[in-house]
């Protein structure tokens, strides 16, 4: 469990974040999402006890940042943005000694390295030197440093960026495997992989959260018109006509480029599908689709990052 | 002092796994034996005088003429050795960025700090120790007393013991290894030669803190077999002020959030 308390940096005079708080309950997936530079990191680095708030206060499994740093360190598994490790160790040799900081006894080392190297599917770079290894590997070796001593936290700074959708989808696979037990805050800027792997999301913006919520529920929330879009084979004036009498219809473009694709805007609370499918049959228009198009987390983003800016614009 | 033997095991494999340990050992073994044999020449040399004129020679023997001058020498190579030995242990890990994941492993800051500082004193003492076979031969022949030359090897290890702890400290002022030896060497040798600075500064006062911040007129005692208590208090001070700044300055980066 992750709890924070108004937390907020300063790096010199810069502020980096400001009075940021939430609460990850235990075995949850969180996702923690921003822009570049929105502060992710920052909040990351406080709660894995890197460095201290400069106001606020964190607990992690109910233990206080500051006065149980150590006791802290030993249950969270950490994999810092960029994965910083140590080039010119093996990666057997690496996690010997992570495994060795974390506090994993001797008699228990073989099986712990022997259990994170099959879980990461490091066998075949296992006596390699990590400076050899590729951008793939080196995050694979990074995540198996995060998985030693069975931490009940995990804390994922960016894990997938830079790697090819191959190995985005190995290491999200590893993540899916590990999520059983676990509390894990996964910080990322791609929205689609926080989008298949969280239940719920924390957005950041320039220093501040400004939403946390299941990515359904900040659909519904935001969503301030239902869109339905109809593709149309046949000839479509007549449709367009009576489409726009239809009570509920707030806004409706159309783009013509063989087919008429027409995206209708209504009003969030009433569904007019059967009545447009009904009128595109009746009309004769040769209905190709019909949906309803559902808001993604990636707007959402954009719209709760474009409204932050928005509203400081008119401050 | 949790985490100390990961880290220290950890750091020992780095400096052994590193060329720089290797081209300091063949540069340093081979100064040592260069020395080694010039000295000894020139103490057979003397030697053949002190048969004619025994008064030239005063209460010192030969094996010990040749101990004072061969350690001399093995501390002034330890001035070089010292800042290359140590200008990685903390600015590597800056560079590289690991110093976060060391930050966020369970391993106290202290830990940290006395892990790579023995692992460094632990490389120091194995070069050190290298030169032994010739030592041991040579008095096993001139059968010498062993106790000044126990006296001396224990002064070059307080010495290099001081060094190291400034190369540490020296460590964590910043990312670049290059600058990090060259703090280390500067102030090593302003500190060697500050006694020379009593003879010319003019209030006695200064002057003596001068001759007592002198990290070679404190080994001069030690190389001839005198066990000053106050030469092995300056050494071990030197070493404890330097392992404590470098703890500050550890703390210091965790609270400016520098990395």
Redesign the interface.
């Known amino acids: 469990m992750i709890e924070a308390e108004g937390l907020t940096k300063f790096y010199g005079p810069r502020r980096a974040i400001r009075n940021v708080s939430f609460q990850i309950e235990k075995g949850e997936v969180v996702g923690f999402l921003g822009p570049n530079g929105a502060g992710k990191s920052t909040t990351i680095r406080i709660l894995t006890c890197y460095m201290p708030p400069s106001e606020g206060t964190a607990t992690v499994e109910g233990m206080h940042i500051l006065e149980d740093s150590l006791r802290i360190r030993q249950k969270i598994g950490y994999l810092p943005e960029n994965v910083p490790l140590y080039n010119d160790l093996t990666v057997n040799r690496f996690l010997r000694f992570a495994a060795g900081a974390k506090g994993v006894e001797a008699k228990r080392m073989r099986s712990e390295l022997g259990r994170v190297i099959s879980s990461c599917g490091l066998e075949k770079v296992e006596n390699r030197i990590i400076g050899h290894l590729s951008k793939g590997f080196r995050q694979r070796v990074g995540l198996a440093q995060a998985l030693l001593n069975n931490p009940s936290v995990l804390i994922l700074d960016e894990p997938t960026i830079g790697l090819d959708p191959t190995q985005i989808v190995e290491i999200r696979r590893i993540i899916e495997e590990l999520r059983e037990d676990r509390t894990i805050l996964l910080s990322s800027h791609i929205l689609p992989e926080v989008a298949q792997i969280c239940k719920r999301v924390i957005i950041i913006n320039k220093g501040e959260i400004v939403a946390t919520d299941s990515p359904a529920n900040l659909t519904s929330q935001l969503q301030k018109t239902s869109t339905i879009l109809v593709e149309l084979s046949g000839p479509s004036a007549e449709f367009a006509q009576a489409i726009e009498n239809l009570d509920g219809i707030q806004k409706v473009t159309v783009e013509n480029n063989g087919t008429s694709r027409f995206q209708i805007e209504t009003a969030p609370s009433v569904d007019l599908r059967p009545e447009i499918a009904a009128l595109a049959v009746q009309k004769g228009c040769g209905l190709l689709e019909l949906r309803a198009v559902q808001l993604s987390l990636e707007d959402i983003f954009m719209q709760l990052v474009t409204e932050e800016s928005t509203q400081e614009g008119a401050e | 002092m ?2 100390f ?3 220290f ?2 750091e020992l ?2 400096m052994f ?2 060329p720089i340990f290797y081209a300091v050992a063949f540069f340093f073994l081979l100064l040592s034996g260069v020395f080694f044999y010039l000295i000894l020449r020139q103490v057979i040399m003397f030697s053949y005088q002190v048969a004619q004129n025994p008064a030239i020679a005063g209460n010192v023997t030969m094996p010990e003429l040749f101990m004072r001058s061969f350690l001399w020498n093995i501390s002034v190579i330890t001035l070089f050795v010292a800042p290359l030995l140590t200008m990685r242990l903390y600015a590597e890990e800056r560079k ?13 800051d202290l830990a940290t700090v006395a892990a790579k500082f023995s692992a460094c004193m632990t490389t120091y003492t194995i070069l050190i120790a290298a030169t032994l076979p010739g030592v041991i031969m040579l008095i096993s022949i001139a059968d010498s007393s062993w106790k000044p030359i126990l006296c001396g090897y224990a002064g070059l290890l307080l010495l290099g013991s001081a060094f190291i702890s400034l190369g540490t400290f020296a460590s964590t002022l910043t990312k670049n290894q290059i600058i990090s030896a060259i703090i280390t060497f500067g102030i090593l040798l302003v500190l060697w030669f500050i006694g020379e600075a009593k003879e010319v500064v003019s209030p006695p006062a200064v002057a003596s803190v001068f001759a007592y911040l002198s990290v070679s007129d404190h080994l001069k005692g030690l190389v001839k077999g005198l066990l000053d208590s106050r030469d092995i208090v300056f050494y071990l001070v030197f070493t404890a002020f330097f392992l404590f700044l470098t703890l500050r300055q550890m703390s210091s980066y ?2 400016r ?1 520098m990395v």
């Open positions: 949790k985490g033997w990961p880290v095991k950890k494999y780095a796994m590193s590289s960025g690991t110093l976060e994941l060391l930050y966020t492993y369970p391993v106290s965790r609270w959030a």
